[in-house]
């Protein structure tokens, strides 16, 4: 990786034009990578077309091919959909189509084409690129073009970002999309369950994705489906009589409801389609269930996308300009991917065997492949959703937990078993007393940084009290974010959801006002990621946080950069703050410093976005990351307390074994907290060091500040192989 200088950026930039469209079927996020590409562009200095209609106006050029501006893409990223248009095109396939679609790019000088689409778009722009010499042979000797124009447009440039619902392109653990409708998806099974139990009603769930079985498959995690249908790996022959079953026990064990997910291409073993209506009336005879069938259908491509949606594409989208200004006539066309919480380059043609290779396993027959060739969170995603949901059966302060104790549990905010921010070292006493008495081998925390430094504690007394020597693992859980060892905290991507839909509603309000600046405080401590990602998804146009100092002369650019922006088109103005971020610039000292300078030109009004943060059911991801966590959590505290038990008792006094599960990076990984105790900043609880800092960038840039690029860091082009697709990313 390599990091940018932005002067040889702009420099790199100025000349060239980057060409964007968005193709094959819409998905949330769209809008917001569309946004990134095209001001990231003008930023390092290149002029942006936007393509409408996707290949059908690359093709019928004229006014389907227009110059962008900055404010040609501002207030869209809250937006589903695509705003600059989407349509399969049958021209394009010919030889003809890409003929005209060739003259109008090199009539307008565009040598530089983003793509957002499935992997048939990709495909398609991969086949244009490789014509590309060709057609323009082809355009000189039928007089279109000349000679030299040819020369100074020889060469075509393609970055790829993948939009797609289904998350079915191999290479990258997440489809600009998948998130949003997961979104969707689950708060139909949210709204379904009430009315389910109410009445002791099944409901039969047909959810989109075509062959791939990935919405149906985490849906099914994130809500505790009692049965799961997907194209992957067909039940074994015989289901019906399982299945119904199945359902007759939860029922005989007091369960109210039963849920099941059909994937739209769901098949039996030799390939027969299974039908949503040929379940439903399968539970009707067979069990005499009132069943209902729901057919999610296209309410799943829309709505406003989510926040990791519009992170996402905004860091796909900056990425891809970047791969298009570092590309040379010998790089291959490439899509720009997620791996982990990383933005890599990978060669589409690969990507795009891999997932063909997929489907051709599913034709053969060869199941067990092509959920490996999907890659190992798909793998993980599918053993863990059997572990749960098809595992054989068999109020003091401390007490054993039954199966049937947690039903229930995954769709609740907040915690069942109730929390508090108490640290042992005043109780240490009564805890080891605990620990003695219940015979405790092995110690699961969930939290926050105190869990974290709970966890720690607790190590440091082992010299003392020898009943602490046993197993211990922390699973971080807090909306700030800020326990060292992991990248992501579970509750912080629905605390930035709901501070996300909060701005949504606070910009809208202001709709009809003219010159209005937002002021919003977040939540998080002293930790500024919830700001500074709330801000991103939003659009603001500051984010201020404890972590990127700033003074008064900051703060006199920042309402001076506004003013201007008040002087266009937009007339509105988001500004977060972080709660801790200053001790003296306060929120009410910003509003009265905003009041006063903008007076005349804007007015302004503040919001305190509080709790509301902490509330709320959690989002798809948040379901689905703290169930593979705490599965992960267990399958290694299992295998440390075997390798500690010697003659008939547990003695774990080695670092690594009291550790935080996260995900760092690339894959989840296991730190022993007393390692990460030296990169831990006490005082204001929070690593010394955290990751998502260098989102900060983007938020500059895309708020249309003259910043430098030094700190950027440039994806690597990676390569998709059997390894890269065995790691387990996390998601």
Request: hydrophobic letters at 40%.
């Amino acid at each position: 990786m390599a990091t940018v200088d932005l002067e040889k950026l702009r420099m790199s930039g100025a000349g060239k034009a980057i060409g964007v469209l968005t193709s094959g079927g819409d998905a949330q996020g769209m809008n917001a990578a569309v946004r990134a590409v095209t001001r990231m562009g003008i930023y390092v200095g290149a002029k942006v077309f936007l393509i409408y209609e996707g290949y059908e106006g690359l093709v019928e050029g004229g006014e389907n091919i227009k110059p962008a501006n900055w404010l040609s893409v501002s207030n869209i990223i809250q937006l589903g959909g695509t705003i600059i248009g989407s349509a399969r095109c049958k021209a394009f396939t010919t030889r003809e189509g890409r003929l005209a679609a060739a003259y109008n790019l090199v009539q307008r000088g565009i040598t530089n084409l983003c793509v957002i689409g499935g992997d048939g778009s990709l495909t398609g722009a991969n086949i244009f690129r490789s014509e590309w010499g060709s057609l323009l042979e082809e355009l000189v000797k039928e007089g279109k073009i000349s000679e030299s124009t040819a020369q100074t447009y020889s060469h075509l440039n393609i970055a790829g970002l993948v939009g797609s619902i289904d998350n079915d392109f191999c290479g990258t653990d997440m489809t600009i999309g998948t998130d949003s409708a997961l979104h969707r998806i689950m708060e139909v099974i949210d709204a379904i369950t009430t009315t389910a139990q109410s009445h002791q009603r099944t409901f039969v769930l047909e959810v989109m994705g075509r062959h791939c079985g990935y919405l149906a498959l985490v849906s099914a995690l994130a809500s505790g489906a009692d049965w799961l249908f997907i194209p992957e790996a067909p039940p074994e022959d015989g289901w019906e009589n399982f299945m119904c079953e199945r359902l007759g026990e939860t029922r005989s064990r007091g369960s109210r409801l039963n849920i099941i997910i059909i994937a739209e291409g769901a098949i039996d073993r030799s390939g027969k389609p299974i039908s949503s209506r040929y379940v439903k009336d399968l539970v009707v005879q067979r069990l005499g269930f009132d069943t209902r069938v729901t057919v999610l259908g296209h309410v799943q491509r829309g709505g406003t996308p989510s926040a990791f949606d519009r992170i996402l594409s905004s860091k796909m989208g900056m990425e891809a300009v970047m791969a298009l200004l570092e590309a040379t006539p010998d790089t291959p066309a490439c899509v720009v991917s997620l791996s982990g919480n990383q933005s890599v380059r990978l060669p589409l043609m690969e990507c795009v065997q891999v997932t063909k290779e997929v489907q051709k396993a599913m034709d053969e027959k060869r199941f067990d492949e092509a959920i490996q060739l999907r890659g190992r969170s798909f793998e993980n995603n599918w053993n863990i959703y059997k572990l749960l949901a098809h595992q054989k059966i068999s109020k003091e302060k401390v007490q054993e937990v039954g199966w049937h104790d947690v039903a229930g549990w995954l769709g609740r905010g907040g915690s069942m078993l109730g929390t508090k921010r108490t640290l042992p070292r005043s109780y240490m006493e009564k805890i080891v007393e605990n620990i003695r008495t219940h015979n405790i081998h092995a110690l699961l925390v969930i939290g926050g940084f105190e869990a974290y430094e709970g966890v720690l504690q607790l190590v440091e007394a082992r010299g003392c009290y020898e009943e602490l020597c046993i197993v211990m693992c922390v699973i971080p859980a807090t909306i700030s974010n800020n326990v060292p060892g992991t990248d992501f905290s579970l509750g912080s991507d629905t605390a930035v959801n709901a501070a996300m839909e909060s701005c949504d509603r606070i910009k809208q309000s202001a709709s009809g006002t003219k010159r209005r600046v937002f002021i919003v405080e977040t939540m998080g401590g002293y930790c500024g990621y919830l700001a500074t990602v709330t801000g991103i998804a939003v659009g603001a146009d500051a984010a201020y946080i404890f972590e990127d100092p700033f003074n008064i002369q900051d703060l006199k650019a920042n309402v001076e950069h506004m003013t201007e922006k008040m002087k266009t088109e937009i007339q509105r103005g988001l500004v977060l703050r972080n709660e801790k971020c200053h001790e003296h610039y306060t929120t009410e000292f910003l509003y009265n410093l905003y009041s006063s300078e903008g007076k005349g030109v804007f007015d302004c009004r503040t919001n305190v976005l509080g709790h509301l943060q902490q509330g709320g059911a959690p989002t798809p991801f948040d379901r689905n990351y703290g169930t593979k966590l705490g599965v992960k959590a267990l399958l290694w505290m299992s295998e440390k307390l075997r390798a500690v038990y010697r003659n008939g008792r547990v003695f774990a006094n080695a670092p690594d074994s009291a550790c935080v599960i996260g995900l760092r990076k690339k894959a989840v990984a296991f730190s022993p907290v007393t390692e990460l105790k030296k990169d831990t900043d006490f005082e204001h609880r929070m690593p010394r060091e955290q990751g998502w800092l260098n989102l900060r960038l983007m938020l500059k840039m895309l708020a249309h500040y003259r910043i430098s690029m030094a700190a950027y860091v440039s994806g690597e082009l990676e390569h998709v192989t059997r390894r890269t697709l065995s790691m387990d990313k996390g998601f």
